[in-house]
Nanobody
Framework: EVLLVESGGGLVQPGGSLKLSCAASGFTFGAYDMKWVRQAPGKGPEWVSSMRRRGSNTIGTTYYSDSVKGRFTILKDLTKNTLYLQMSNLKPEDTALYYC?????????RGQGTQVTVSS
């Protein structure tokens, strides 16, 4: 069974930092592209960042949306089957439910998500 479990969200002040984790199981973690998506209240899902499966043990080719480029970093640790999203200089508009996702053999999978709230 494919499982994706996010953690690390919380309440943070503007300008602060958080590191999200996504623990993966039930599939060969390093063999598939992974991504982070967020959904703010009343809005549709917004792609945040992706990491291609090819690459070194800790980082493959990465992509970021313009809204987070330069502030967020996507990382993976193949030894722990975990995807990370290091977020810095957080803004109120970053408030959303963040979840990790992948596609395996044409089927989409995602976790339940972790809430990030940026507010003073």
């Amino acid at each position: 069974e494919v499982l994706l479990v996010e953690s690390g969200g919380g309440l943070v002040q503007p300008g602060g930092s958080l590191k999200l984790s996504c623990a993966a199981s039930g599939f060969t973690f390093g063999a598939y592209d992974m991504k982070w998506v967020r959904q703010a209240p009343g809005k549709g899902p917004e792609w945040v960042s992706s990491m291609r499966r090819r690459g070194s043990n800790t980082i493959g080719t990465t992509y970021y949306s313009d809204s987070v480029k330069g502030r967020f970093t996507i990382l993976k640790d193949l030894t722990k089957n975990t995807l990370y999203l290091q977020m810095s200089n957080l803004k109120p508009e970053d408030t959303a439910l963040y979840y990790c996702a992948t596609e395996i053999e044409g089927r989409p999978f995602r976790g339940q998500g972790t809430q990030v709230t940026v507010s003073s």
